[in-house]
C-alpha cells in the first residue's frame, strides 16, 4: 500500500490560467476528499465523492472549481481563470467506509496525501 | 455547522515529559468521530488518534491518549514521554465520514 499520492506536488501559474491536480487514492478506498489549506491554518473541506459520485460541495467551491472522480478511482480538481486567492495548499484524502458501526477498524479514518501547493502569481 | 476550537497556538515540551493539546468542539450532529492528525513541517498530514462519538472509553495509541468529554464536547490529547520526532503542528478535527471540520492547529515545540 503505498498511501495516497497526489500530482503535481508544486504548481506555479500566472493569474487567469487553469490548472488541473490529481490525487490517486489508497487502492480500495471508495471515499475521496478534497481539502484546501492556507498558511498557518487548518485544512477546509471543499468536497467528498463515493465512489464516482460527488455527494458533497462546500460553498467554499465556487464555480470555477471542478472536481471528478470518473471511474470511482482517481480524482481530479481542476480550477479555471485562477486568482491569486486561491494560491494554498490542495489535499487529497481517502478513506473506506464499513456498513455497520462498529465495522472494520479503520473505517471512516480519512489518510492524506502530500497535498498540491498551488501559487498563483 | 461545525466548529473546532484550538485555544493554544504553540506550546512547548520538554523531551520525555507529558504535554496535554486542548480542542473543544461544537457539533449538531449525534453520531461523529474525533480526530488528532500532526503535520510535521512541509510533510504530510499524518493520523495520532480517532475516537468514535459513541465510545465512552477514551482511545489510546501507545504514548499518545485523549480525554474525551462528551458533554462537555472537549478532546484533549496527551502525549506521554515526549520525544523530538512529536515536534508538528497539532489538528483537532471533527465530523462524519462525509467531512471533516479542522481546528486552526497548536504548533509543539519539544525541547532537547
Known amino acids: 500500500d503505498t498511501g495516497v499520492s497526489q500530482n503535481p506536488r508544486h504548481k506555479i501559474t500566472k493569474r487567469g490560467q487553469n490548472v488541473t491536480f490529481r490525487c490517486d487514492p489508497i487502492?480500495?478506498?471508495?471515499?475521496l476528499y478534497w481539502y484546501r489549506q492556507t498558511l498557518g491554518q487548518g485544512p477546509e473541506f471543499l468536497t467528498y465523492?463515493?465512489?464516482?459520485?460527488?455527494?458533497?460541495k462546500s460553498r467554499l467551491l465556487s464555480d470555477r472549481f471542478s472536481a471528478e472522480r470518473p471511474k470511482g478511482s482517481f480524482s481530479t480538481l481542476e480550477i479555471q481563470r485562477t486568482e491569486q486567492g486561491d494560491s494554498a495548499m490542495y489535499l487529497c484524502?481517502?478513506?473506506?467506509?464499513?456498513?455497520?458501526?462498529?465495522?472494520?477498524?479503520?473505517?471512516?479514518?480519512?489518510?492524506f496525501g502530500p497535498g498540491t501547493r498551488l501559487t498563483v502569481l | 455547522a461545525q466548529t473546532v476550537t484550538q485555544s493554544q497556538p504553540e506550546m512547548s515540551v520538554q523531551e520525555a515529559e507529558t504535554v496535554t493539546l486542548s480542542c473543544t468542539y461544537d457539533?449538531?450532529?449525534?453520531?461523529?468521530?474525533l480526530f488528532w492528525y500532526k503535520q510535521p513541517p512541509s510533510r504530510q498530514m499524518i493520523l495520532v488518534i480517532r475516537?468514535?462519538?459513541?465510545?465512552?472509553q477514551n482511545a489510546t495509541e501507545n504514548r499518545f491518549s485523549v480525554n474525551f468529554q462528551k458533554a462537555a464536547k472537549s478532546f484533549s490529547l496527551k502525549i506521554s514521554d515526549s520525544q523530538l520526532g512529536d515536534a508538528a503542528m497539532y489538528f483537532c478535527?471533527?465530523?462524519?465520514?462525509?467531512?471533516?471540520?479542522f481546528g486552526s492547529g497548536t504548533q509543539l515545540t519539544v525541547l532537547p
Open positions: 457539533t449538531s450532529e449525534s453520531d461523529y468521530y
Open positions: 478535527a471533527s465530523g462524519s465520514a462525509r467531512q471533516l471540520t
Open positions: 475516537q468514535e462519538a459513541y465510545k465512552q
Open positions: 465523492f463515493q465512489n464516482e459520485a460527488q455527494l458533497e
Open positions: 487502492s480500495e478506498h471508495n471515499r
Open positions: 484524502a481517502s478513506s473506506f467506509s464499513s456498513p455497520s458501526r462498529g465495522g472494520a477498524a479503520g473505517a471512516d479514518t480519512q489518510y
